[in-house]
């Protein structure tokens, strides 16, 4: 192939902008390669750099500012045998630099190509990750209160087993770039460049600087050594070989035939410890078995050992848009803390509205009804409260039936767990009457 470049697409940048020979070298570089088109993929971002991937008759993706590097991956990842390269200004790499170093450290076969003009030329030559201390930039003194990051050292340092830096108007830039692409794993090239438009107006660069800036800075020539390791991608699919046995999805299968079943809302109130998330399962599986509509949304602290943990379940023989509680039908009060994080809902409950609570348990005043169980004199142990309470709604036959509680549990647990469980529950329906109040 005799170019790349799209002919009815030339490219336009400021006079004496490097980009324009950065784009002839990259040309230059696909070329001695011969890469296939089909098989070959520009992805940028935000900037001037983000105009490459017009400029080219390739494949392209244009994305966000500073995410290239993530379209990039998962372009590869999912076809192996594309050619992935990668646009990014200054700009993108300060915005996206956690996911240049997530490039560095996986060392997935793409070639990242930094366009290194010192400014966010394209929104008014605002400083950047890059901008020397001394610059004259659009954003007053800002810069002088930063260092600029040498990108290069931190690629070394963060895994990249490929890394380079040089003038954007170096003779040699398209061997540079062909070396960079044919590399096997990530490589990272530097290109530092002028930005016409904004940063050469009030900062002395020409092509005798940019090569003297490269030279001032630790050379970064291309292969490095002690980070040679294997590509990303082989390493990745070689570790999936042995990973093609999965679980087999959960099925529920309707066994219950229930009639007029109403729209139920169940709240269970508890704390951590308490097992409530997988009393909210149990009662998931339940209502599935009688081929009912199910969501549940759960509430608990980051430090998931401390604080309230609250389980919302809906249970419906329709449709459910929202998956929020708007008139619980059954309320479980298994702790201060969960009443306390809804507390607000007990003074709206409705006379038909079914509480079970834990007699050590204080919850606001309600028209609801109310049935209070002693858990502590049955010798339930606190972390089967929520399991107990839900045997209580079955034995009441609320929202669910003893049935469907059996088969909630069989979908949830193993069967040496099921049969711990049952022991649980059938505590519960051979103790006496509950105290209503």
Same mark, same amino acid.
């Given at each position: 192939?005799?170019?790349? !470049?799209?002919?009815?697409?030339?490219?336009?940048?400021? /006079?004496?902008?490097?980009?324009?020979?950065?784009?002839?070298?990259?040309?230059?570089?696909?070329?001695?390669?011969?890469?296939?088109?089909?098989?070959?993929?520009?992805?940028?971002?935000?900037?001037?750099?983000?105009?490459?991937?017009?400029?080219?008759?390739?494949?392209?993706?244009?994305?966000?500012?500073?995410?290239?590097?993530?379209? +990039?991956?998962?372009?590869?990842?999912? &076809?192996?045998?594309?050619?992935?390269?990668?646009?990014?200004?200054?700009?993108?790499?300060?915005?996206?630099?956690?996911?240049?170093?997530?490039?560095?450290?996986?060392?997935?076969?793409?070639?990242?190509?930094?366009?290194?003009?010192?400014?966010?030329?394209? =929104?008014?030559?605002?400083?950047?990750?890059?901008?020397?201390?001394?610059?004259?930039?659009?954003?007053?003194?800002?810069?002088?209160?930063?260092?600029?990051?040498?990108?290069?050292?931190?690629?070394?340092?963060?895994?990249?087993?490929?890394?380079?830096?040089?003038?954007?108007?170096?003779?040699?830039?398209?061997?540079?770039?062909?070396?960079?692409?044919?590399?096997?794993?990530?490589?990272?090239?530097?290109?530092?460049?002028?930005? =016409?438009?904004?940063?050469?107006?009030?900062?002395? !660069?020409? /092509?005798?600087?940019?090569?003297?800036?490269? +030279?001032?800075?630790?050379?970064?020539?291309?292969?490095?050594?002690?980070?040679?390791?294997?590509?990303?991608?082989?390493?990745?699919?070689?570790?999936?070989?042995?990973?093609?046995?999965?679980?087999?999805?959960?099925?529920?299968?309707?066994?219950?035939?229930?009639?007029?079943?109403?729209?139920?809302?169940?709240?269970?109130?508890?704390?951590?410890?308490?097992?409530?998330?997988?009393?909210?399962?149990?009662?998931?599986?339940?209502?599935?078995?009688?081929?009912?509509?199910?969501?549940?949304?759960? &509430?608990?602290?980051? =430090?998931?050992?401390?604080?309230?943990?609250?389980?919302?379940?809906?249970?419906?023989?329709?449709?459910?848009?929202?998956?929020?509680?708007?008139? /619980?039908?059954?309320?479980?009060?298994?702790?201060?803390?969960?009443?306390?994080?809804?507390?607000?809902?007990?003074?709206?409950?409705?006379?038909?509205?079914?509480?079970?609570?834990?007699?050590?348990?204080?919850?606001?005043?309600?028209?609801?009804?109310?049935?209070?169980?002693?858990?502590?004199?049955?010798?339930?142990?606190?972390?089967?409260?929520?399991?107990?309470? !839900?045997?209580?709604?079955?034995?009441?036959?609320?929202?669910? =039936?003893?049935?469907?509680?059996?088969?909630?549990?069989?979908?949830?647990?193993?069967?040496?767990?099921?049969?711990?469980?049952?022991?649980?529950?059938?505590?519960?329906?051979?103790?006496?009457?509950?105290?209503?109040?």
């Amino acid at each position: 192939m005799d170019s790349y !470049l799209n002919r009815d697409r030339p490219p336009v940048y400021c /006079p004496g902008c490097t980009h324009e020979n950065i784009t002839a070298s990259l040309d230059r570089a696909m070329i001695n390669l011969n890469l296939p088109a089909d098989k070959t993929v520009l992805v940028t971002d935000i900037g001037c750099s983000g105009l490459f991937d017009t400029f080219f008759n390739v494949h392209a993706l244009h994305g966000i500012h500073g995410r290239a590097l993530t379209y +990039a991956a998962g372009l590869k990842l999912a &076809d192996p045998e594309l050619n992935v390269i990668v646009t990014m200004g200054d700009g993108g790499l300060g915005i996206g630099g956690a996911h240049v170093l997530a490039a560095c450290r996986r060392n997935l076969d793409i070639t990242l190509i930094i366009l290194n003009n010192f400014n966010f030329g394209m =929104t008014g030559g605002q400083y950047s990750a890059t901008t020397p201390t001394d610059a004259v930039v659009g954003s007053e003194f800002l810069n002088q209160a930063e260092i600029p990051i040498d990108i290069c050292g931190i690629a070394e340092s963060g895994g990249a087993t490929y890394v380079a830096r040089c003038s954007g108007l170096d003779i040699d830039l398209p061997e540079k770039l062909s070396s960079a692409i044919g590399h096997k794993g990530f490589a990272l090239v530097e290109t530092l460049g002028m930005c =016409t438009g904004r940063y050469t107006k009030n900062n002395r !660069l020409t /092509p005798k600087l940019l090569d003297q800036m490269a +030279a001032d800075l630790p050379v970064r020539s291309g292969v490095v050594e002690k980070n040679q390791r294997v590509e990303y991608g082989t390493r990745y699919r070689d570790l999936a070989k042995g990973k093609n046995i999965f679980p087999a999805p959960v099925t529920v299968e309707r066994k219950v035939n229930l009639n007029d079943y109403q729209h139920q809302e169940v709240a269970i109130l508890g704390s951590a410890g308490m097992r409530i998330i997988t009393a909210g399962d149990i009662v998931c599986y339940a209502g599935l078995s009688a081929g009912m509509n199910v969501s549940m949304k759960n &509430d608990y602290n980051i =430090t998931v050992l401390r604080g309230q943990s609250v389980s919302e379940i809906l249970i419906s023989p329709g449709r459910i848009g929202y998956t929020g509680i708007k008139s /619980p039908t059954v309320v479980l009060a298994l702790s201060d803390e969960g009443v306390q994080r809804r507390g607000k809902i007990f003074t709206s409950l409705q006379p038909d509205t079914f509480v079970v609570k834990e007699k050590s348990v204080a919850i606001p005043e309600t028209d609801a009804e109310v049935v209070e169980v002693d858990f502590k004199k049955l010798k339930i142990t606190k972390q089967d409260w929520a399991l107990a309470s !839900l045997g209580v709604m079955a034995k009441k036959e609320k929202a669910i =039936t003893g049935e469907m509680l059996k088969l909630g549990l069989k979908s949830r647990f193993n069967e040496k767990q099921y049969l711990g469980s049952m022991k649980i529950v059938d505590k519960i329906f051979n103790s006496g009457k509950p105290e209503d109040r």
